[in-house]
């Protein structure tokens, strides 16, 4: 991922899990359901590929969620090992704190090299 997409990744998991759980609703109702509260988002003019989009949202939902949850945890504790006092601790985590930050993108890389900096180790 380049690193302008890698600052906006969590926006854009959410978005796009939202958008796979909408099409899961709407696809499930069409197949399933017959909810006459939904029938004015019906996705029946597409016809027999209802069911792929069934399939596809239910496939984005989960993934894209999944991601969603992955960032925010990785995201609070490297945010809770960065704020801590522990330098042990720190040092410990160091390689896996260098893999999120690289993960997360240049404003993680930034604030590790400044824990770094602050805690004097290489």
């Not at 997360?104 to 602050?118: C, Q, S, V, Y």
């Amino acid at each position: 991922m380049t690193s302008k997409i890698r600052e906006y990744q969590f926006q854009i998991y959410l978005a796009l899990g939202v958008l796979g759980l909408i099409l899961f609703i709407i696809s499930s109702n069409d197949i399933l359901f017959r909810s006459p509260y939904l029938d004015s988002v019906s996705l029946s003019y597409i016809g027999n590929w209802d069911y792929w989009v069934f399939a596809v949202g239910i496939i984005m939902a989960c993934v894209f969620l999944y991601l969603t949850y992955k960032v925010a945890r990785d995201t609070r504790w490297f945010q809770e090992i960065l704020s801590g006092n522990s330098k042990s601790l720190f040092v410990k985590n160091l390689k896996e704190l260098e893999r999120i930050s690289r993960y997360l993108g240049p404003r993680f890389e930034d604030e590790l090299n400044l824990a770094k900096e602050r805690w004097k180790v290489r």
